[in-house]
C-alpha cells in the first residue's frame, strides 16, 4: 500500500472533494464568458431548501442592481442556465416565439410527468397555435364573477365571526374551489371540507415532488426510482382524466366544456391542460391574494383607502363587471403585489437553434450559443432598482396614472407577473377578475391586521415549491367583521 503522510490524508479528501465540484459544476467552455452565480452558495442554498425568492434576491439580484448585469448564468435543474435579468431582452425574447420556443423539459423530474407536456404552457409551433385558440376560445365565453362572489361569501361563512384565521389555507381554498366551478366544471368543496381528499392527495404529491435534492439533481429520479410517488402522481392525474370523462357526458357553463367543443384535441391534452390550469388558476392566485392581503395588513392607512373606494363603488351590492371597474386603487393595490411578490418566480425554460446577441437597456450585449437554455427571471426583473426605485415598498402609487386611460405610469414591460408577448398567460384577464372581486368584498366585509409575533413581520415568508412559486406559507391574519 501507499505510504501516505498523515497530513496528505487529511487534505487529500477535501482536494477530491473540491476537484469534482470543480469538474461536476463547471459550466461548458462556451458559456464561460458570461457572468456566474457562485456555486458554492447555490448548493448550499438548494441543500438547505432556502426558498426560490430569498434566493435570487440574495444571489443572482446583486448581478442587476450593484453590477449592472442583463444576465447571470445559474446552475439548476443539473445544468447551466442563463436567468434574463433585464426587460429589454425580456421582451424581445417573448416577442419572437419561433426564433426562442420553449425547450423540452428533462424526463426524469416527476414535475412533468404531473403536469405532461402537450399543453399550452409547453407546446411549440402548430401544436402551441392549436392550443392556445382553443383555450382563448374558451375563456372569451364567460367572465364568471357571479361565480366568485358566490364563493367569497362560501368563505366568509367559513371565516365565522373571524379571529386568527390561517389566511393562506383559506385562500388556497377559494382559488380550489373557483378553478373546480369555473374552468373544470367541478365540485371540489375545498371550502367546505377540512378533509378532501383530492385536495390532500394534491399537497401530497406537490410535497413530493418540491424535494429540493431530486429538483437539483433530476437524474436521481432515475437512479433512484421513488415508485410510491410515481403511483400516487399517477393516480391523481388519473382523477383529472375521470373529471374529463364526466365532463364530456355531463356540460356545463365552464371552460373545459366549452374546450371540448372545439374539435383537434386529444384526451392527452386536455387533460394535461386541465392540470396546468388547475396549478396555474388555483395556487398563483392563492398566493397573490395572500400576499396582498398582508401588505393591506402591514399598511393599514391603504387598506383605509381601498375599503372607501370599494364602499364608494359597491355600497351594499355586490361587485359586478361595472363596479369594479371603478376601482382604481385597488386595481394599483393588486398590480403592486403581483410585483412585490410575484406568484411565480420565473418561466419555463426557451432555448434558440441559433447563435444570438441579446442586448440589455444599458448596452450591454452577451453573445450565446445554439440551444442554451434561457429563463426570465420575473422576481429579478420587478426588484431591479433602477426602473422601480424603493423595489422592497409596496408602493401602489406606482401603477396610478394621471386619467383612466392612463393606468400604468411604468412601461408595461416592466411589469410581467403573466410574461409578455403572444405567449403571456391566456387567463390574465380571468385571474385579475378574480383578485378584484374577492378584494373588494373583503373590504365590504371585512378589516385585518397582521398579529404582532407574526413570523410574516418583515416580508411574506414564501414556502418551497418546486414550480417556483411565491407562495406564503403559515400566515395568520386577524380578521374582524366590519358592522
Known amino acids: ?105 428533462p424526463d426524469a423530474m416527476l414535475l412533468w410527468r404531473f403536469v405532461g407536456k402537450t399543453n399550452v404552457i409547453l407546446s411549440n409551433g402548430a401544436a402551441w397555435t392549436r392550443h392556445s385558440h382553443v383555450v382563448k376560445s374558451a375563456l372569451s365565453r364567460n367572465l364568471p364573477i357571479h361565480e ?26 377559494f382559488t380550489l374551489d373557483a378553478v373546480g366551478s369555473t374552468a373544470l366544471g367541478h365540485n371540489f368543496r375545498a371550502i367546505e371540507d377540512d378533509h378532501s381528499p383530492f385536495v390532500k392527495q394534491y399537497n401530497e404529491v406537490m410535497d413530493a415532488i418540491s424535494n429540493p435534492l431530486f429538483i437539483v439533481f433530476p437524474k436521481l429520479e432515475n437512479w433512484f426510482p421513488r415508485k410510491k410517488i410515481i403511483a400516487n402522481i399517477d393516480s391523481l392525474v388519473s382523477k383529472f382524466q375521470g373529471i374529463l370523462n364526466h365532463k364530456k357526458e355531463n356540460k356545463g357553463n365552464d371552460m373545459l366544456t366549452y374546450m371540448l367543443e372545439e374539435p383537434g384535441m386529444t384526451d392527452e391534452e386536455y387533460r394535461d391542460n386541465m392540470v396546468v390550469f388547475f396549478i396555474a388558476g388555483h395556487d398563483t392566485t392563492a398566493g397573490a391574494m395572500s400576499s396582498l392581503v398582508y401588505y393591506l395588513a402591514k399598511q393599514p392607512e391603504l387598506q383605509e383607502r381601498a375599503r372607501e373606494e370599494v364602499l364608494a363603488a359597491l355600497g351594499n351590492d355586490e361587485p359586478n363587471l361595472t363596479n369594479l371597474r371603478k376601482m382604481n386603487f385597488v386595481q394599483a393595490c393588486i398590480r403592486e403585489s403581483l410585483r412585490i411578490n410575484t406568484p ?87 385571474a385579475m377578475y378574480e383578485l378584484r372581486t374577492l378584494t373588494a368584498m ?10 404582532k409575533d407574526s413570523p410574516h413581520e418583515n416580508y411574506p415568508k414564501n414556502g418551497f415549491s418546486a414550480f417556483a412559486l411565491s407562495l406564503p406559507k403559515d400566515m395568520y391574519i386577524n380578521f374582524k367583521k366590519r358592522k
Open 1 to 105: 500500500m501507499l505510504d501516505i503522510p498523515t497530513g496528505w490524508q487529511i487534505l487529500l479528501p477535501i482536494v477530491l472533494i473540491f476537484a469534482f465540484v470543480k469538474w461536476v459544476f463547471t459550466p461548458p467552455a462556451e458559456l464561460r464568458h458570461l457572468p456566474r452565480a457562485p456555486i458554492l452558495p447555490l448548493l448550499w442554498s438548494y441543500a438547505s431548501g432556502e426558498v426560490e425568492d430569498v434566493r435570487i434576491k440574495r444571489l443572482l439580484l446583486p448581478f442587476a442592481n450593484e453590477k449592472g448585469e442583463g444576465v447571470v448564468l445559474v446552475y439548476a435543474l443539473g445544468r447551466w442556465i442563463v436567468h434574463i435579468l433585464d426587460h429589454q431582452i425580456a421582451k424581445k425574447l417573448s416577442e419572437n416565439v419561433n426564433l426562442w420556443p420553449k425547450e423540452e423539459p
Open 148 to 173: 366568485f362572489v358566490s364563493l367569497a361569501n362560501k368563505l366568509f361563512t367559513k371565516m365565522g365571526n373571524g379571529g386568527l384565521i390561517q389566511w393562506d389555507d383559506y385562500t388556497m381554498r
Open 344 to 430: 411565480i418566480t420565473y418561466m419555463v425554460p426557451r432555448a434558440s437553434a441559433q447563435p444570438v446577441d441579446l442586448k440589455a437597456s444599458n448596452g450591454k450585449t452577451y453573445y450565446l450559443p445554439p440551444r442554451t437554455s434561457v429563463i426570465f427571471n420575473i422576481t429579478s426583473i420587478h426588484h431591479n432598482e433602477t426602473n422601480w426605485p424603493n423595489a422592497a415598498s409596496f408602493v401602489p402609487e406606482r401603477f396610478l396614472g394621471k386619467s383612466e386611460k392612463d393606468e400604468v405610469r411604468v412601461d408595461a414591460s416592466l411589469w410581467l407577473p403573466f410574461a409578455l408577448g403572444p405567449r403571456q398567460c391566456p387567463a390574465r384577464n380571468f
Open 442 to 451: 373583503l373590504l365590504q366585509n371585512w378589516e385585518w391586521t397582521l398579529p
